[in-house]
Nanobody, 123 residues
Framework: QVQLVESGGGLVQAGGSLRLSCAAS????????VGWFRQAPGKEREFVAA????????DYADSVKGRFTISRDNAKNTVYLQMNSLKPEDTAVYYC????????????????WGQGTQVTVSS
């Protein structure tokens, strides 16, 4: 079992930055793909970014390319999502999740989920 806990969300003005963290406990996540998803009210959960266990592979949704960066520190069992140039449409609950293979970009491909952290971007 893997437990995931997100942190770092909050309220920020448009153009600002936030860094989300996903801390894992239980089994190490060093061999998992870890992804970030988000869900806005009334919308489906959507893929944001993912990173492979070896860190050689990263994947981003078109809507965040060039603004968000995913990284991981396997020694700390933590994955980060650096979010820059935030827009009001980035407002959502952000979830991290772990999958056993690469390349995983849909919610159904992930086995473990955190509880989410709220990100609100004001205009």
């Amino acid at each position: 079992q893997v437990q995931l806990v997100e942190s770092g969300g909050g309220l920020v003005q448009a153009g600002g930055s936030l860094r989300l963290s996903c801390a894992a406990s239980g089994r190490t996540v060093s061999s998992y793909t870890v992804g970030w998803f988000r869900q806005a009210p009334g919308k489906e959960r959507e893929f944001v970014a993912a990173i492979s266990w070896s860190r050689s592979g990263t994947d981003y949704a078109d809507s965040v390319k060039g603004r968000f960066t995913i990284s991981r520190d396997n020694a700390k069992n933590t994955v980060y999502l650096q979010m820059n140039s935030l827009k009001p449409e980035d407002t959502a609950v952000y979830y991290c999740a772990a999958a056993t293979f690469w390349r995983a970009t849909t919610p159904g491909q992930y086995n473990y989920w955190g509880q989410g952290t709220q990100v609100t971007v004001s205009s």
